[in-house]
Every structure is written in C-alpha cells, then in structure tokens.
C-alpha cells in the first residue's frame, strides 16, 4: 500500500507540474497573441491614420487647384454670361442701330475725332471720399438693364425715348427706383437721328410739349442728359428754351458735352443753376482696353476734384470693362448721379 501511495503521489505530482507548463505555455501564447494584436492594431490605425490624412490632403490639393482654376475662370464665366445677356433682343438692337446709325463705340455722339474735354474745375481735397458717377445711356431694351443690373454696382441707366424698335423702353424705366432719360437733341453732323428729336429751330410751345411727353412716358424722371445734340447745346437760344421746359418740369440737366462750344454753362448761370456735366467718355473707342484706361482716368479725376461723371453706352465690352475694373472703384465711392447735386 505504501507502494502504490508513493507511485499516486508521483503521478499527481508531475500532473501538477505538466499541468503548470501548459498553463505558463498558454499564458506565454496568450500574451504575445495580445501584445501582437494590440501592437498590430496601433500599427494598422497609425497606417490606416496616415492613408486617410494623405487622402485628405490629395483631397485639399485638388480642392485647392479646383478653387485656383475658378478663381481664373470666374471673370470669364462672368465675362461669357454678361455676353450672353448682352445677345438677348439682338434683333430689336441691330434694327436700331441701322435705323439710327448707332454702332459699337460712341462716335455717334460726339461731331470729330476729337473728345470735348471736361469743364475746368479745380482741385477739390474734400473731407469725404471722392464720388464717382457712371451714367449708361442708349438704355433701350431688356438685355441692357439686365446686363447692367448683373455688375451689381450703383451705375444710373439713361433710357432713350420708346420708338418703333424700342417700344418698351419707359415700361423698363418705370421699374427701376432712379432712371434719366437720355433725350434726343440736334447734332451737326449725325443724320441717322432719333424721331422727335429736338431742333434748334423748334418753339418754346413745342420744346415744352415735348418736355411734358417725356414726363408722362417717365414720371420719376429728375434728370435728363442729351443724346447726340452738339448743333442744339451750341445754340444758346434753343439751350434757354430746353432749361426753361425743364425748369417747369422739375427736370435737371446733364451736359453730355457732345461739343466743346456748350452754351449750357452760360444758360446755367443765367438761371442761377449749378452746371452739372460729363466729365469723361468712356467707349468713344471700342476696345476694352480703351475702356478700363477710360475708367483708370474717370477714377483719378474725381480723387483730383472731388468727384466725376463718366458717360458709357450698355456694348459688351463697356460692361466687360466696367466689371473688370471694380478694383478700381474702391478708390473712389461709386454714386448714382443724383448724389451729386
């Protein structure tokens, strides 16, 4: 029996031990098994980190090349969708343009190649920041107030009279908060002219009467500026009969200065007026070029007086150059006409 005892108690005892060893085996595994998974975990979200930030940043990357690529396709984005609002009742323009010899630039308005220049005015270092006014004129159909609109800067329109290819013209007006008109008026070489265009040779009833159809057809009409008219702002009679309708009308007047010999100043000053003019022409050329040196001038002459008004006409490279220039108007503060009286 002690035999048997002795041998049981040798068995249980290297039981224990095996038992031991397998459990320390398994403990050892165990452990490195978890140890590896956990070091394998940190390594793969380190790596799976690293893959999703360089995705990131290819995403950046390609957001900020997509951002640099519009930023140098916006102005022509702006540039294609003013063009294309500018085709719109091409037809009613083109058969305007042939009825009254009105072409890209605005030669038409002035007689010879040469710009009247600005009235003498001296240098004026006011408190406020220079103000500057751009006046639209030959407004006539809705491309151009659309097309105008779209800059979505303070520009005062100049609507023509309503005719036989324009003849909404005052229902356009009539929704627009300031408008002028810009009145047809006697030049010395044009004849491809407006109907019911003022003569020089014209009486007071008449110039009057045309004055209070011009008031029926444009109600919030203030301001009125003359289209074409260097024979008719020459004359100094007809100049007195003009002020005089206005006056009735509560109408004021702007001097387009189609002509360097104006009498306008000298009517003005018989009135007690102020004289209110152009001081530049911005498309007398076509080219865009052209028209931003213009607008570069228009800018520096009212820093140097105080303030400026510069006439252009609703063509796609006027408005293309207007939009492309407005850098330049935070220089100056971009008013409507009327706040310059």
Not at 49 to 55: P, R
Not at 277 to 305: C, M, P, T, W
């Given at each position: ?5 002795k ?23 165990l452990g490195?098994?978890?140890a ?10 380190k790596?799976i ?7 990131e940043d290819?995403?950046?990357?390609m957001l ?58 001296e ?35 100049s ?12 229902n356009?007006?009539?929704k ?37 159809e ?30 005089y309708a ?17 009498k ?12 209110v ?35 252009g006409h ?8 207007i ?7 935070d ?11």
């Open positions: 029996m002690p035999r048997k005892k041998a049981a108690s040798k068995k249980e005892s290297r039981f224990l031990i095996n038992s031991v060893w397998i459990l320390a085996v398994t403990a050892v595994l490195s098994f978890i590896g998974y956990y070091v394998g975990y940190d390594s793969a979200k790596d980190s690293q893959k999703a930030k360089a995705k290819k995403k950046l990357s900020k090349k997509l951002e640099e690529e519009s930023g140098k396709s916006r102005d022509l984005d702006i540039s294609n969708r003013l063009k294309e609002v500018l085709k719109k009742d091409s037809k009613a323009v083109v058969k305007e343009q042939e009825s009254v010899g009105e072409y890209e630039d605005a030669s038409h308005e002035v007689d010879g190649d040469v710009l009247p220049k600005p009235p003498k005015r240098a004026i270092k006011e408190g406020h920041k220079p103000m500057l006014a751009i006046i639209i004129d030959d407004v006539s159909v809705r491309s151009h107030v659309n097309a105008i609109k779209s800059l979505n800067l303070p520009i005062t329109m609507f023509l009279p309503p005719s036989k290819y324009r003849p909404n013209s005052h356009l007006a009539s627009e908060s300031f408008y002028m008109v810009h009145l047809p008026m006697e030049a010395q070489n044009f004849t491809k002219e407006e109907p019911f265009t003022l003569k020089v040779d014209d009486s007071q009833e008449l110039i009057t009467q045309r004055v209070a011009i008031k029926k057809l444009f109600p919030n009409v203030k301001h009125i500026n003359n289209h074409t008219g260097s024979k008719f702002t020459s004359d100094e009679s007809a100049v007195k009969k003009l002020v206005l006056n009735k009308a509560n109408i004021e007047f702007i001097d387009s200065r189609t002509i360097g010999s104006t306008v100043p000298a009517v003005m000053k018989s009135y007690g007026k102020k004289y003019s152009r001081d530049i022409f911005l498309d007398h050329e076509f080219d865009k070029n052209y028209v931003k040196g213009q607008i570069k001038k228009a800018v520096e002459f009212a820093k140097e007086h105080g303030s400026a008004i510069a006439i609703p063509h796609s490279n006027t408005i293309l150059a939009n492309e220039s407005k850098k330049l108007f220089e100056v503060e971009l008013v409507l006409v009327d706040r310059l009286y």
